[in-house]
C-alpha cells in the first residue's frame, strides 16, 4: 500500500469509527426521548444541536489554518493522545473484566424510564424536556465527532478526508437506526471503542512526535508499526489483567 494511501485510509478509518460510536449514543438518547414523550420537540432539538455544532465547524475551521502545521500536530497530538489513553484504558479493564461492558439496550431503557417520568413542561410549544434532552445529547456527542474530525484532518491536511469518514458514519448510523427502530445494541461498540482508543492513541503519539521534529522511519507508513505496539501493550495488559482477576476469585473463593 502507498504511503499517501496508508495514511488516507487509516485517517478515514479512524475518523468513520470514532464518529460513529458518538453517533450511536446520540442516536439511542434521541430515541429514548422521541418514543417516551414526542418527535416533534425532540427533532427540533437535534436540528438545533446541528445548527450549534455548524457554527462551532465554521469558527474552528479558519482560526486552525493560521497555526503552523508543526505546533497544531503537536497541540493535536497531545490532545488526541489524552483521549486515546482513556478510552484505552476504559477498554482494557472492559476486556479484562474491571469494568462492565456498555449495554445501548440498558442505556436506551433507562433513558426511557427517565423521559417517562419526567414532568409534563411545554414552552414556546414545545415539550421542553423533549427539545433539552435531545440537544444536549446530540451537542454534546457532535462535540466528540467536531474535535475528532479537526484533529485528524488539521493536522494530517486532509480535513475533506476525515469528514468523509464522519459523514459515512452518520450515513450508516442513521439507516441502521430507521431499519432497527430502536436502539443499535447489535453494534460491537465495545469492540469499536477499543479500536478507536488504538488509533487515537497512535495518531496522537505519531503527530505529537513530529511536531517536535521527529522523523519516522518510512514516514506515514510508520504508523503501522506503532499501531501494532500499542495493539500488542494493549493485549498484554488486558491478559495479565484478567489473569489477575481470575486469581483474585479464585482466592476469595477459596477463602
Known amino acids: 500500500m502507498p504511503v499517501i494511501a496508508t495514511g488516507a485510509v487509516f485517517l478515514i478509518l479512524s475518523s468513520f469509527l470514532a464518529s460513529t460510536v458518538e453517533m450511536v449514543e446520540a442516536l439511542t438518547i434521541v430515541l429514548a426521548v422521541g418514543v417516551s414523550r414526542e418527535w416533534r420537540s425532540t427533532l427540533i432539538g437535534v436540528l438545533a444541536a446541528l445548527i450549534a455544532l455548524a457554527a462551532v465547524v465554521a469558527s474552528l475551521g479558519p482560526a486552525l489554518a493560521l497555526i503552523p502545521i508543526d505546533a497544531l500536530r503537536v497541540v493535536v497530538g497531545t490532545l488526541l493522545l489524552i483521549f486515546g489513553l482513556q478510552w484505552l484504558r476504559k477498554a482494557i479493564l472492559r ?9 445501548e439496550e440498558e442505556s436506551f431503557q433507562a433513558e426511557r424510564t427517565q423521559a417517562a417520568a419526567a414532568a409534563d413542561d411545554r414552552r414556546a410549544g414545545l415539550d421542553w424536556y423533549s427539545f433539552t434532552v435531545a440537544f444536549k445529547g446530540v451537542l454534546l456527542e457532535g462535540l466528540e465527532v467536531v474535535f475528532i474530525v479537526i484533529a485528524f484532518g488539521s493536522a494530517q491536511g486532509h480535513l475533506g478526508l476525515a469528514a468523509a469518514g464522519a459523514a459515512a458514519a452518520l450515513v450508516v448510523v442513521v439507516i441502521a437506526g430507521v431499519l432497527a427502530k430502536g436502539p443499535l445494541s447489535r453494534v460491537p461498540e465495545n469492540t469499536i471503542k477499543f479500536a478507536v482508543g488504538l488509533l487515537l492513541t497512535s495518531f496522537g503519539s505519531f503527530w505529537g512526535a513530529e511536531g517536535v521534529d521527529v522523523h519516522w522511519p518510512g514516514d506515514e507508513a510508520s504508523l503501522l508499526g506503532v499501531i501494532a505496539f ?26
Open 95 to 103: 476486556s479484562s473484566g474491571y469494568k462492565a461492558l456498555h449495554d
Open 230 to 255: 500499542f495493539v500488542v501493550v494493549s493485549l498484554l495488559l488486558s491478559r495479565a489483567l484478567r489473569r489477575k482477576r481470575v486469581t483474585l476469585a479464585t482466592a476469595g473463593a477459596g477463602a
